[in-house]
């Protein structure tokens, strides 16, 4: 039976919209080179990937060397002129070094200036002298491919004397693909070079 077109319309608004589809997912994958000077050279892969507001992630030789930790998180944003990402997660590290981590990662962005940070704190199930909270911040400018600015790290994979690295980094994305270069405390003993290569897919 054909149903009038003003009873169709009725019933239509009676059922309100449509649902909407699910979101995509979207997934990243990173690598940072690391090259030490009085130590080892190492890589650090890291994959994400998220649907909406869930956020996944795997990080190897991130909290320690020989450690794998596994993440979840929400992802929140907001702003017009200034606006802003954070995620925040709650992940557990395993291999050489064993424990439970919360986390996060969030950025600002105005104009041509973004302002980022991650942290982490290892609640370390070994040896509760070993936790550690570690932090990775940038501030930089973008224009057109290129971004280039100054960071800073906290960590322990490897040692240094300098309780908090600084340092420059340049570097420039394509087309979903990202390519950096960092240089931590040059000139001193604690100098590294760190090469990041990652992308979206």
């Known amino acids: 039976m054909l ?17 909407a589809a699910p979101p995509a997912w979207s997934y990243y994958a990173t690598a940072y080179v690391y090259f030490v000077r009085n130590d080892d050279d190492f890589v650090t892969p890291v994959v ?4 909406g507001r869930l956020h996944l992630e795997a990080r190897y030789n991130y909290e320690d060397f ?3 930790s596994l993440w979840a998180g929400v992802n929140l944003d907001g702003g017009d002129g200034l606006s802003w990402e954070l995620t ?25 200036f973004d302002l980022s940070s991650e942290g982490e704190y290892l609640f370390d199930l070994g040896e509760q002298t070993d ?23 906290r960590t322990r994979v490897y040692h240094t004397d300098a309780d908090v690295q600084r ?3 340049a570097g420039g994305s394509w087309s979903g693909v990202d390519a950096a270069i960092y240089w931590f405390e040059p000139g ?3 100098a ?8 979206a897919f």
């Not at 994400?48 to 649907?51: H, K, L």
């Not at 940038?138 to 280039?148: A, I, N, V």
């Not at 590294?192 to 992308?199: K, R, S």
């Open 3 to 19: 149903i009038p077109a003003p009873l169709l319309a009725a019933a239509m608004m009676l059922a309100g919209p449509a649902p």
């Open 188 to 190: 001193s003993d604690d």
């Open 48 to 51: 994400w990937a998220d649907r």
């Open 88 to 112: 925040l997660m709650l992940g557990g590290a395993f291999g050489a070094t064993d424990g439970i981590v919360p986390g996060y990662r969030g950025a600002l962005y105005w104009k041509a």
């Open 131 to 153: 936790d550690f909270f570690y932090s990775w911040s940038e501030l930089g400018w973008s224009k057109g491919w290129f971004r280039g600015g100054i960071a800073a790290q």
């Open 192 to 199: 590294a070079v760190m090469l990041l290569a990652g992308f």
């Open 167 to 169: 340092g420059l980094l």
């Open 66 to 68: 020989d450690t794998g």
